[in-house]
């Protein structure tokens, strides 16, 4: 039997070692667990082939011996899970289907994890206080012409954000099982082909117009340091996808800007126009 592809519902973590979670139950020698949350080696039916430490660009993985188990006395531990790119190759190669590799959100551990999860919420909150103010108590300035400007860029920015239900689920070809994220291919068309990361744009984009229709001193401050930590966050995504996509991602980079919605279309109708004549 493979990985129970929904282990962190059906199980219990037990504890930790090395600070990867351990997901029981755990009955030494014979029953060893779930080694790892996002890259997740099953270590009861790990055979120890060592495929996944061969075919891994981040090197994630190392051997630890695991005397007197039925299946094999040494197991690959996701030492480095952190660094993990989600490029699927450990997954796709294991032949006893022993690891389960799940979308990881950017610095989920280590002394950044909580400032990630901060920028989320508060760009979550920040376009939802903002608009409800606007609309209950009016522009805090009052000046209408920046309102109605708000109300344009709110629509603009829904589609950028929701985009990736569209292009991700038809062009990214997540494996069996996977989320939205879980990409497998390089999804380069719809809003993916006007900039790179249209979700954060639109993220960006609905914290603009929440600054717009209410013009309050505090949206606006929340929503320019939530807009820049989110970009920041991008770049550094983009690390991973180079690893990821290789080459393929380079080109793509050259073609399509990070999130520059004036250049990316500008640049989209230059490839149309090239490409009728």
């Given at each position: 039997?493979?990985?129970?592809?929904?282990?962190?519902?059906?199980?219990?973590k037990?504890?930790?070692?090395?600070?990867?979670?351990?997901?029981?139950p755990?009955?030494?020698?014979?029953?060893?667990?779930?080694?790892?949350?996002?890259?997740?080696?099953?270590?009861?039916?790990?055979?120890?082939?060592?495929?996944?430490?061969?075919?891994?660009?981040?090197?994630?993985?190392?051997?630890?011996?695991?005397?007197?188990?039925?299946?094999?006395?040494?197991?690959?531990?996701?030492?480095?899970?952190?660094?993990?790119?989600?490029?699927?190759?450990?997954?796709?190669?294991c032949?006893?289907?022993?690891?389960?590799?799940?979308?990881?959100?950017?610095?989920?551990?280590?002394?950044?994890?909580?400032?990630?999860?901060?920028?989320?919420?508060?760009?979550?909150?920040?376009?939802?206080?903002?608009?409800?103010?606007?609309?209950?108590?009016?522009?805090f300035?009052?000046?209408?012409?920046?309102?109605?400007?708000?109300?344009v860029?709110?629509?603009?920015?829904?589609?950028?954000?929701?985009?990736?239900?569209?292009?991700?689920?038809?062009?990214?070809?997540?494996?069996?099982?996977?989320?939205?994220?879980?990409?497998?291919?390089?999804?380069?068309?719809?809003?993916?082909?006007?900039?790179?990361?249209?979700?954060?744009?639109?993220?960006?984009?609905?914290?603009?117009?929440?600054?717009?229709?209410?013009?309050?001193?505090?949206?606006?401050?929340?929503?320019?340091?939530?807009?820049?930590?989110?970009?920041?966050?991008?770049?550094?995504?983009?690390k991973?996808?180079?690893?990821?996509?290789?080459?393929?991602?380079?080109?793509?980079?050259?073609?399509?800007?990070?999130?520059?919605?004036?250049?990316?279309?500008?640049?989209?109708?230059?490839?149309?126009?090239?490409?009728?004549?």
């Open positions: 039997m493979p990985i129970d592809p929904k282990f962190q519902k059906n199980r219990k037990v504890g930790k070692e090395a600070d990867i979670t351990i997901w029981g755990v009955d030494p020698p014979e029953i060893l667990g779930i080694r790892g949350t996002y890259v997740a080696v099953d270590w009861d039916i790990c055979t120890g082939c060592g495929i996944c430490l061969e075919v891994c660009p981040q090197q994630l993985y190392e051997w630890v011996e695991t005397s007197n188990h039925p299946v094999s006395e040494k197991k690959a531990f996701p030492t480095r899970e952190p660094d993990c790119v989600q490029c699927y190759k450990c997954e796709t190669k032949p006893a289907q022993a690891i389960r590799i799940e979308f990881m959100p950017t610095d989920y551990q280590g002394s950044t994890g909580w400032l990630f999860s901060l920028v989320a919420i508060l760009s979550l909150l920040q376009p939802i206080v903002g608009i409800i103010y606007g609309v209950w108590f009016g522009p300035l009052g000046i209408q012409p920046l309102l109605y400007v708000g109300w860029i709110l629509p603009v920015g829904l589609f950028f954000l929701f985009s990736i239900v569209i292009y991700f689920k038809r062009d990214g070809k997540p494996g069996e099982g996977k989320g939205l994220m879980d990409t497998t291919v390089l999804v380069d068309s719809g809003t993916y082909a006007i900039v790179r990361h249209p979700m954060a744009l639109g993220g960006i984009l609905l914290m603009i117009a929440s600054i717009l229709i209410s013009q309050h001193w505090l949206v606006a401050i929340v929503g320019v340091i939530v807009s820049a930590l989110s970009y920041r966050t991008q770049v550094k995504l983009e991973g996808l180079l690893v990821k996509f290789g080459d393929d991602y380079k080109r793509y980079m050259e073609k399509v800007p990070r999130m520059n919605l004036l250049l990316g279309i500008i640049r989209l109708l230059k490839r149309k126009l090239l490409s009728n004549r």
